[in-house]
């Protein structure tokens, strides 16, 4: 669905229909209430939000959800295909999935790992089975996976050329790519906000001040800055300080542009009569941004954010490769796909391009549901 | 093929006819018998004529080269010349040179006959190669045309002619005297004799206006090697010490002790600076594949080679090359090589789209810069990309670890320094997994040795087995011992005065793929070694090793077989590595070299290596005074596990179009044998 499905006709045909009681509820809404009310019509951006709060989940239970953590080697399972759960074979159909034993073997003439599937042998899979003990979200001390088998090894999108599980190893990543993505485009945001807002709003010599620092933040080459930050990050850090470390890199590089054009909305706006209203009304000036100025182009708002999230995805990767970013065993969506981007991948193993969909799929969800929000943040979509 | 071969047949055909109508007699009938199996008959067109059959290989005095005068000697004929029918065209190509005089005249009086593998080939064609860029992965390229004094045989042990007939040694191996080939001439006609070799080493290694400071590949003991002109012919290197392995080195370098003297006298004459005339047509760097004049076109030539091929074109995307027609060999039908007329050499930066060039089989013949990582990718597209990939053993390809032994944290070194450390660290590597994920199974765990095995006699069975068995309880236990103890419980250990211990692994995906770094950081954690990886471009890498910035080093142990130790010490002494593959004992080094003054002062028994080597060094390799001097050397590196090695013995790819014959049997993969130098690849033809 697009803005224009929304034409007037279409919403304002039930708004002249309501029964009076709920042309009541209506016109004495919140703004919070009427954006939910039209983001609920919006279906293509409640199944994105669906898709990123199932990823959001499954990202912070990665251990638990994965049969293997993520640098567990299957010594007899090197690049073995993916592997999908039935329940039947020959023997007939049972309620319980299970798979195939399934082994590597290298071919000896072509040294290719070659997996070798042996449908006599029936592995079932279990839910909730003991598995490799891990920290459910860093605390809670456990061996329990939501499902794995009992004997031998399940690998739902096949095995790296280590014989790492990569099922378990993208929702791993799911954790990192989101996570960073998330908190670097919240902290850009909000510096974005708060400096954008402020100069926009005050104008005169602390916009010119800040004007300034922004182009010195602009004009900062990212490259040689990152490799700068690279040199500097101490190795004793570990792999989580190296990762908050980067959010922060990149949320603070990435602030500028959303804040020049707050800013440039701000200017234009500040003399409306109603801020000017609010103003003699005696609101203080966090209160005219905050609620009067910033929700007349929140849609606008919403776009850039929603844009912003697949830089920060992209940045991280660009950033892992220089040496900045995560190193193992640490694994997000861009290292890993680091591993496929190989003839011999493409070629022997496209299941390591599995990531990729998640990337895709993850990047289109931030899209429509940017598109939803964005409508359902529209002031002028219901009059218009 | 023998479809396509038909051209090729009638090629023959006229060839053999030729050398029929040359040697006299013979059944003129039979030559159309010949393509069909070329393989088993090297000698084939000889081998038609009555007399000069009678040369069967291993009659000279080695294997598959001979002197022409003792080649018509011993097949009672006498060997007339014919020369590629393109050459006028591709003579007109080369900058400024003169017309073309007949073969007779270009090939010198004296010029070396080659045995072909498979047959007498065919002119024509262009080879295809592939760089990484102008100085980078180019010596699998260089190799092909490349020429020096002598080379190694196939066979890798004999030393063989090339550029020089032959030499011999007086006896206390302080004076070797070469005699080059009577008539030989430069690429521009103009005759090659030992005042080449003298302008080389007098007017330019030795000019200090060149070479600030002498380089140290001509210093032997405390002086410097002399040359001295005894006739048009003869030379004589003099060394203040003994110093047999120069002709290894004069097998084996890039570095080709002759240069055109005619030329730079010339160019002098015409005005130029002879120092610039030097810095732009010779280059200075440590490689030879520096940029030309021609590219930039500071100039419209180059200067004149006595390689195979020439350079003709130089872009900033590659190099274009045609055949030498002053060429000094010939092959057994008396027909002037190389066969292959043009050379083109372009960069590809990016190891993914070299491979996709390879097995569409645009790449007529590739060693460096793959792995056998992709050979699985290389097999499946043979018959589609129509070339051949082979593996062969790669010597000085063990990937080492070596700890920084003179590590400015003293903590750290202290606890590197503490044999018990790397004993653990050895231990913890389970290299049986390693070769099975990596090597795909095709090497043998091995223990680092500052000497290849394959290439040495005096590296033991136990120096290979020292250390390399997987016991990463045992591990834990040397650790342990060490007071190095996990103190706060996180599965990691910290240093005995309870600071983290935290090494970083700096590698570069040059020395191999990043997944070993991977397995290796994944032991090392294992044993409570805290380790974190990252990935630096090889410049980098170098950059902080040899200024004693790392923790540990990583890189293939090249400089390490046989032909290499005999005179460059490089892995032999502190700080076991050179500008390309950083040691981690610099601080040794220093104090070496400043008798004392500063650096780190090394162990007593690493002292001893000094005078060790250099007694090394005085004895020709493969004699019971070298092989019992090399074994305590080795002693010395096993027993202090200054390096740690991974595996051994590891196969490589060799990849080369079916089209392409005279292949060879390529069996070592090795820069130090100076890649596929020893296959004599003037030779190659085209079958297409």
């Known amino acids: ?384 | 093929m023998l479809k396509k071969s038909g051209l090729w047949i009638v090629t023959l055909m006229i060839l053999a006819s030729m050398i029929l109508s040359a040697c006299g007699g013979g059944e003129p009938a039979a030559p159309a018998e010949e393509p069909a199996a070329p393989a088993e008959e090297p000698a084939a067109p000889a081998e038609e004529d009555g007399g000069c059959a009678a040369v069967a290989l291993g009659d000279g005095d080695y294997a598959r080269i001979y002197e022409l005068a003792d080649y018509e000697a011993m097949a009672g004929c006498t060997m007339s010349f014919s020369g590629n029918p393109d050459m006028a065209d591709l003579n007109g190509q080369i900058g400024n040179n003169p017309e073309l005089p007949p073969v007779e005249e270009r090939v010198p009086a004296e010029p070396l006959v080659v045995v072909p593998y498979e047959a007498v080939g065919q002119y024509g064609g262009t080879f295809h190669a592939t760089s990484n860029a102008t100085e980078s992965g180019t010596s699998d390229f260089l190799a092909v045309r490349h020429v020096n004094f002598v080379r190694y045989s196939d066979d890798y042990v004999t030393i063989e002619p090339n550029i020089a007939k032959s030499w011999e040694w007086n006896d206390d191996f302080t004076e070797v005297t070469f005699h080059l080939r009577e008539g030989h001439k430069w690429s521009d006609g103009a005759p090659f004799t030992s005042a080449d070799v003298a302008f080389w080493m007098n007017e330019i290694v030795l000019n200090t206006d060149i070479y600030e400071n002498t380089p140290s590949w001509v210093q032997f003991g405390d002086g410097t090697m002399t040359v001295e002109v005894i006739d048009d012919t003869t030379v004589k290197f003099v060394f203040p010490v003994p110093t047999p392995g120069i002709v290894s080195f004069f097998a084996t370098s890039f570095r080709q002790p002759f240069q055109p003297k005619h030329f730079f006298d010339k160019k002098v004459a015409d005005g130029m600076d002879f120092v610039e005339a030097v810095t732009l047509y010779y280059g200075l760097s440590d490689w030879t594949d520096v940029p030309s004049p021609l590219l930039g076109e500071k100039a419209d030539d180059v200067k004149p080679t006595l390689e195979s091929h020439i350079l003709v074109e130089e872009t900033t995307e590659g190099r274009h090359f045609v055949a030498n027609p002053y060429f000094f060999m010939v092959d057994t039908a008396g027909n002037q090589l190389p066969y292959i007329n043009e050379q083109d050499e372009i960069y590809v930066p990016d190891a993914e789209v070299r491979n996709l060039k390879i097995t569409n089989g645009e790449v007529d013949y590739k060693v460096q810069s793959i792995s056998i990582i992709d050979y699985p990718l290389y097999k499946d597209h043979e018959a589609d990309g129509d070339y051949t990939v082979d593996l062969g053993s790669g010597v000085g390809a063990n990937l080492f670890y070596g700890f920084n032994l003179t590590h400015e944290d003293e903590g750290l070194r202290e606890i590197f320094m503490d044999l018990r450390f790397r004993q653990a660290m050895s231990i913890a590597i389970d290299r049986d997994e390693i070769v099975e994920l990596i090597y795909l199974g095709q090497a043998t765990p091995m223990q680092a040795t500052p000497a290849d095995g394959n290439t040495v006699n005096f590296v033991t069975e136990e120096h290979k087995n020292a250390f390399i068995e997987y016991d990463l309880a045992g591990a834990n236990a040397l650790l342990d011992e060490m007071g190095l103890v996990d103190v706060d419980g996180d599965g990691l250990r910290e240093r005995a005065d309870g600071s983290p211990l935290a090494i970083e692994l700096q590698y570069s995906t040059q020395s191999g793929p990043a997944q070993i770094q991977e397995l290796v950081k994944s032991y090392w954690d294992a044993a409570g070694v805290a380790t974190t990886l990252k990935e630096v471009t090889s410049d980098e890498y170098r950059e902080r090793g040899t200024t004693n910035g790392a923790d540990v080093v990583t890189w293939l142990y090249d400089a390490t077989t046989g032909p290499v130790i005999v005179l460059d010490t490089a892995m032999l002494l502190p700080p076991f590595g050179y500008a390309f593959n950083p040691g981690m004992a610099y601080g040794w080094e220093e104090w070496h070299n400043t008798d004392g003054a500063s650096g780190i002062e090394p162990p007593a028994d690493v002292q001893e290596l000094y005078d060790l080597v250099a007694e090394f060094l005085q004895y020709p390799l493969g004699s019971a005074e070298s092989d019992a001097v090399g074994a305590k050397i080795v002693d010395i590196h096993v027993d202090n596990l200054l390096k740690i090695g991974i595996a051994g013995n590891i196969q490589m790819p060799i990849i080369h179009t079916n089209r392409l014959h005279n292949f060879g049997p390529y069996t070592v993969v090795s820069y130090d044998y100076y890649r596929v130098y020893p296959m004599i690849p003037a030779e190659w033809y085209f079958s297409e």
């Not at chain 1, 850039?304 to 190193?327: C, H, K, Q, W, Y």
């Open chain 1, 1 to 384: 669905m697009t803005p224009t499905d929304l034409s007037p006709k279409e919403t304002q045909a039930p708004i002249n229909q309501m029964e009076s009681e709920e042309a009541q509820r209506y016109y004495s809404a919140t703004q919070f209430q009427l954006i939910w009310w039209r983001f609920r019509k919006h279906r293509l951006a409640q199944v994105g939000a669906i898709i990123l709060i199932t990823m959001a989940v499954i990202g912070l239970f990665a251990e638990f959800f994965g049969p293997y953590t993520g640098t567990t080697r299957v010594s007899d399972a090197v690049l073995v295909r993916p592997q999908a759960p039935q329940f039947c074979n020959d023997d007939g159909c049972t309620l319980r999935p299970f798979i195939p034993g399934v082994i590597s073997e290298r071919n000896p003439e072509t040294l290719r790992m070659e997996t070798k599937i042996d449908p006599s042998v029936r592995r079932d899979i279990y839910f909730f089975v003991e598995g490799e003990e891990y920290k459910l979200l860093g605390k809670f001390k456990t061996n329990i996976h939501f499902f794995g088998l009992k004997e031998g090894s399940i690998h739902l999108f096949g095995t790296d050329s280590l014989g790492r599980d990569i099922f378990s190893r993208v929702l791993l990543a799911t954790r990192t790519s989101l996570s960073i993505g998330i908190f670097g485009v919240v902290i850009a945001f909000v510096l974005a906000l708060v400096i954008g807002g402020v100069a926009g709003y005050f104008g005169g010599g602390l916009d010119y001040a800040i004007q300034r620092l922004t182009e010195i933040v602009r004009v900062i080459p990212v490259i040689p800055l990152y490799m700068g930050l690279a040199a500097a990050f101490p190795k004793e850090w570990s792999s989580t300080q190296v990762y908050f470390a980067m959010t922060l890199v990149l949320a603070l590089v990435g602030w500028p542009t959303l804040a020049r054009r707050i800013r440039g909305k701000l200017l234009s706006l500040r003399g409306e009569d109603y801020v000017i209203a609010a103003n003699l009304a005696g609101a203080g000036p966090s209160r005219i941004i905050g609620r009067h100025l910033l929700p007349a182009f929140m849609s606008y708002i919403i776009v850039d954010l929603v844009i912003s999230f697949p830089f920060m995805l992209l940045s991280e990767t660009a950033l892992s490769f220089v040496g900045l970013g995560l190193r193992p065993p640490t694994v997000s969506w861009g290292v890993l796909l680091q591993d496929a981007q190989t003839v011999r991948a493409i070629e022997q193993a496209p299941w390591l391009f599995i990531p990729a969909i998640f990337v895709v799929v993850a990047v289109l969800s931030f899209t429509v549901l940017g598109d939803g929000l964005r409508d359902a943040a529209d002031p002028y979509q219901v009059s218009g």
